[in-house]
């Protein structure tokens, strides 16, 4: 119901609440008919927005939830500009190749200067761009063979929901490899039993999302040599590094999990996780030219010449690649680590306290050269929590702002629960003590206010693992 106002003499000098305007409730679904004082429409809708919570803990996401001012007008200055006009915008194109040969480099490509990747608007993006030009290759030497190539199949292990897609909307069978016991994520010996003549490729995951795992991507490539050797079949390989692609080169460089190992043909990740850039942004790297299928590639024209492109979108802003160089030419490899290195300290921290308390079996604890700067826990086997279990510790530390997922894991583990916290640029050691102090008070209200009926998963609030 309208609040009923008492004044009628309405005017522009009105302090926003007390101006028409807020004095009723704004449309929410009839396409509004008049127009609106901007200040005012600015207003309710920034306080709607609050509502939304404190992005900065928000422990759930991988993505970015800290900016610099500098890349807050940088976005400003480009708000006007869109990527996809290479001719009109030339810079901005430039600054994306610029950034593309970067990662090249970053990700040991024996051809940084000339190999093709682009920018996209997220690993989501990118991830269909590289299942794409793997069926295409596999397509094309099918082809060369006089052999069919209807039933296309893809190897991954427990993997970010863009892999189901792909499979889906691109018509390829996803084998993804089960869990089992311990094990959480895949295995060579789990790849070899599944690969075939139709196998476009394999995709470990380089920070898998329900448990921060590195998936070991050499060891499968070691494996998949030996195939070769042993049977002639030669199956490529596509990393998806949407968290790892921007960890791993700053904090094991000495892991061999990109374009050094040959198999590894392309390379996604997310600008917008470990890569800094405020959300848009993604990337998509081709080992060598040759690995993307040219079939793929369209020319648009670019100050006169052609510029090749791939993407599944057209206008996009250009703002994300511009704070994504930016965040190359001001951190460096020496900034990306100093920040990483903090976050995978607070992680650290952060796992050996909770472990402490008691209840709680650390399954990672943000070891740099095993996963990504996170934690993850589920409760111990006879560990008793008042009757609670994680998602009502979830639900609890919410009335704080806390966000902390706790979900069950993908096919034949679903019967496990674990608590995951991402650690991210902005999350402070200091922060991590504040969380733990309300974990403990958390636990201490459920000792003294036992219940028998714990939250299910239907009942939790859900959580994207994005
Ligand atoms: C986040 C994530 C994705 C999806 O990336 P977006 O940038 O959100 O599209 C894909 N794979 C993995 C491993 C991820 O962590």
Request: charge should be negative.
């Amino acid at each position: 119901m309208d609040k009923t106002n008492v004044f009628t003499n309405y005017n522009e000098n009105d302090d926003v609440y007390a101006s028409i305007d807020l004095a009723k409730s704004m449309p929410k679904s009839v396409f509004p008919a008049e127009e609106r004082n901007p200040r005012n429409v600015f207003n309710a809708i920034r306080d709607e927005l609050m509502l939304d919570g404190n992005s900065r803990q928000n422990l759930a996401t991988f993505c970015q939830t800290w900016v610099d001012d500098e890349i807050r007008e940088l976005m400003d200055l480009s708000i006007d500009k869109n990527m996809i006009d290479k001719d009109e915008y030339p810079q901005t194109a430039e600054i994306e190749a610029r950034c593309v040969r970067m990662l090249a480099d970053l990700w040991n490509s024996p051809t940084p200067e000339t190999t093709l990747g682009c920018s996209t608007i997220g690993s989501s993006e990118a991830a269909m761009l590289g299942g794409l030009a793997l069926k295409w290759q596999w397509r094309k030497k099918r082809a060369e063979q006089g052999l069919t190539a209807d039933k296309p199949n893809l190897i991954c292990g427990p993997v970010q929901i863009c892999w189901h897609k792909f499979a889906r909307y691109f018509d390829v069978e996803l084998r993804e490899i089960p869990l089992e016991g311990d094990r959480l994520i895949m295995s060579p010996e789990e790849v070899l039993k599944r690969v075939d003549e139709n196998t476009i490729g394999v995709v470990p995951t380089l920070g898998v999302t329900f448990t921060c795992q590195y998936e070991p991507v050499k060891a499968v490539s070691d494996a998949l040599d030996k195939l070769q050797n042993e049977t002639g079949l030669d199956i490529p390989m596509h990393v998806d590094g949407a968290s790892g692609g921007f960890l791993a080169p700053f904090c094991v460089p000495e892991l061999e999990w990109d374009f050094r190992l040959p198999r590894v043909k392309s390379i996604n990740t997310s600008g917008h996780k470990f890569g800094l850039a405020p959300l848009g942004a993604g990337w998509i790297v081709w080992r060598e030219v040759s690995d993307l299928p040219e079939e793929l590639i369209f020319n648009v024209n670019y100050l006169g010449g052609n510029m090749p492109t791939f993407a599944l979108n057209f206008s996009r802003p250009g703002g994300q690649i511009v704070a994504q160089y930016y965040n190359f030419l001001r951190l460096g490899r020496e900034g990306y680590a100093k920040i990483h290195n903090a976050c995978y300290a607070t992680a650290q921290y952060l796992a050996e306290e909770i472990g402490k308390i008691g209840p709680f079996e650390i399954l990672f604890d943000g070891d740099s050269s095993k996963g990504i700067p996170a934690l993850a826990w589920k409760l111990k086997d006879n560990a008793a929590l008042g009757g609670y279990n994680l998602y009502d510790l979830a639900d609890k530390l919410r009335s704080r702002g806390w966000q902390v997922p706790a979900y069950s894991m993908p096919a034949h583990r679903e019967d496990l629960v674990i608590q995951r916290i991402l650690v991210r640029h902005g999350v402070s050691y200091d922060l991590g003590c504040l969380l733990i102090d309300d974990i403990k008070r958390a636990l201490d209200y459920f000792a003294n206010h036992p219940v028998t009926h714990p939250l299910s998963e239907e009942e939790a609030s859900g959580f994207n693992h994005g």
